[in-house]
């Protein structure tokens, strides 16, 4: 019960704070907003406000806000509903109102702001943990080796590349072990007196009881400087931003390129399996889940696709470039192609999610 309302609520804020920056901007370029609805179905609970109204004499008066605020069944999304966005013009909304009226940087922002918030709070988030914790940093440093396999490696040495891929931080070196699998590859590290030396890793399957992989032993653990206090914490959160957004970035192109594989993707059950095991470390792991799901939204839907909001950022660019918007129908119908593609997609990944429960 606790790993569901722990995932109820990791996803909502992340889906929150997103769709909360198409809101904002939205309503301070002067767009009509339908609906602010947090989780996808059939709604469950519907809020209308009032908002203050000042007229010409000063006096203040309260007149219903035409925006719906509304949380919906199932807790794997969210949207802002703006006059505008859809291809049918809604001849009650007056022209000024409707978001295709409004200037080319207010679009772009209302598109690209969802991103930004995301991005906004993973960094707050790394800043919490970076000061409220002794932290990790240059965390590509050797230890506990197997001296038997290494005899010339020492503690403290450090990976500088694996596979020819240039190593700067734990998240690139996760990664690039993973690409390697069990195949043997050259790992180059720096020695602490500035010597490099390249040495062959022949990485062995780790399996559980049930005969499935849980990982890989390489003969050596990876770890990192210590430090605490509000330096060490600006550092940190500086560091593991960036290094997520590059994981982020590589872990698309690798599944494009097909050196990670589609089945080792987790849609909304993998993400629930992730929160259980979180909430098991301690807050401070739940906080990380929180940095790393907002970067992770962020960089999905910052890509110049169709249906993410990259994709209508790049819609925007089209525009300023050719100087007049692309024909409506056939951005929404590429829109459209896009997201149905995407929900088959959504439904495989559910699929080897449930399978990897058994």
Same mark, same amino acid.
């Given at each position: 019960?606790?790993?569901?309302?722990?995932?109820?609520?990791?996803?909502?804020?992340?889906?929150?704070?997103?769709?909360?920056?198409?809101?904002?901007?939205?309503? =301070?370029?002067?767009?009509?907003?339908?609906?602010?609805?947090?989780?996808?179905?059939?709604?469950?609970? =519907?809020?209308?406000?009032?908002?203050?109204? !000042?007229?010409?004499?000063?006096?203040?008066?309260?007149?219903?806000?035409?925006?719906?605020?509304?949380?919906?069944?199932?807790?794997?999304?969210?949207?802002?509903?703006?006059?505008?966005?859809?291809?049918?013009?809604?001849?009650?909304?007056?022209?000024?109102?409707?978001?295709?009226?409004?200037?080319?940087?207010?679009? /772009?922002?209302?598109?690209?702001?969802?991103?930004?918030?995301? /991005?906004?709070?993973?960094?707050?988030?790394?800043?919490?943990?970076?000061?409220?914790?002794?932290?990790?940093?240059?965390?590509?440093?050797?230890?506990?080796?197997?001296?038997?396999?290494?005899?010339?490696?020492?503690?403290?040495?450090?990976?500088?590349?694996?596979?020819?891929?240039?190593?700067?931080?734990?998240?690139?070196?996760?990664?690039?072990?993973?690409?390697? %699998?069990?195949?043997?590859?050259?790992? !180059?590290?720096?020695?602490?007196?500035?010597?490099?030396?390249?040495? =062959?890793?022949?990485?062995?399957?780790? =399996?559980?009881?049930?005969?499935?992989?849980?990982?890989?032993?390489?003969?050596?653990?990876?770890?990192?400087?210590?430090?605490?206090?509000?330096?060490?914490?600006?550092?940190?959160?500086?560091?593991? /931003?960036?290094?997520?957004?590059?994981?982020?970035?590589?872990?698309?192109?690798?599944?494009?390129? %097909?050196?990670?594989?589609?089945?080792?993707?987790?849609?909304?059950?993998?993400?629930?399996?992730?929160?259980?095991?979180?909430? !098991?470390?301690?807050?401070?792991?739940?906080?990380?889940?929180?940095?790393?799901?907002?970067?992770?939204?962020?960089?999905?839907?910052?890509?110049?696709?169709?249906?993410?909001?990259?994709?209508?950022? #790049?819609?925007?660019?089209?525009?300023?470039?050719?100087?007049?918007?692309?024909?409506?129908?056939?951005?929404?119908?590429?829109?459209?192609?896009?997201?149905? #593609?995407?929900?088959?997609?959504?439904?495989?990944?559910?699929?080897?999610?449930?399978?990897?429960?058994?």
């Amino acid at each position: 019960m606790l790993t569901l309302i722990y995932f109820i609520l990791i996803l909502g804020i992340v889906v929150f704070i997103h769709e909360l920056g198409h809101f904002i901007f939205a309503k =301070k370029a002067g767009v009509y907003v339908y609906e602010f609805s947090i989780g996808m179905g059939p709604k469950i609970l =519907k809020y209308h406000r009032k908002k203050k109204v !000042k007229g010409k004499d000063g006096k203040i008066t309260y007149v219903d806000d035409e925006t719906d605020y509304c949380l919906r069944l199932f807790p794997i999304g969210g949207f802002v509903q703006m006059a505008g966005e859809e291809v049918e013009v809604d001849e009650k909304i007056p022209v000024s109102k409707r978001l295709q009226s409004k200037k080319w940087y207010q679009r /772009f922002m209302v598109m690209v702001a969802g991103v930004m918030n995301n /991005f906004i709070l993973a960094f707050v988030v790394l800043l919490i943990i970076g000061w409220t914790n002794t932290v990790s940093l240059n965390s590509t440093k050797l230890t506990d080796i197997n001296k038997e396999l290494y005899p010339t490696l020492a503690e403290g040495d450090v990976v500088v590349s694996v596979a020819g891929k240039k190593i700067q931080n734990y998240d690139r070196l996760a990664l690039e072990l993973q690409i390697c %699998g069990t195949k043997e590859f050259k790992m !180059k590290v720096k020695h602490q007196n500035g010597d490099y030396e390249v040495v =062959k890793v022949k990485p062995e399957e780790v =399996k559980d009881k049930k005969g499935d992989l849980k990982g890989y032993k390489y003969g050596f653990y990876i770890t990192g400087t210590e430090e605490k206090g509000f330096l060490a914490g600006i550092k940190y959160a500086f560091g593991k /931003f960036v290094s997520i957004i590059e994981q982020m970035f590589l872990t698309v192109w690798y599944l494009i390129t %097909g050196k990670i594989s589609l089945k080792l993707l987790s849609g909304p059950v993998g993400i629930y399996e992730v929160v259980g095991q979180a909430s !098991k470390q301690g807050f401070s792991t739940v906080l990380s889940l929180i940095a790393l799901l907002n970067i992770n939204v962020g960089v999905i839907n910052i890509l110049p696709l169709p249906a993410f909001d990259g994709g209508h950022a #790049l819609f925007l660019i089209i525009e300023k470039i050719k100087g007049s918007p692309v024909d409506p129908k056939i951005e929404n119908t590429i829109h459209n192609i896009f997201f149905i #593609l995407l929900m088959i997609l959504m439904v495989y990944v559910t699929f080897n999610d449930i399978v990897r429960l058994f």
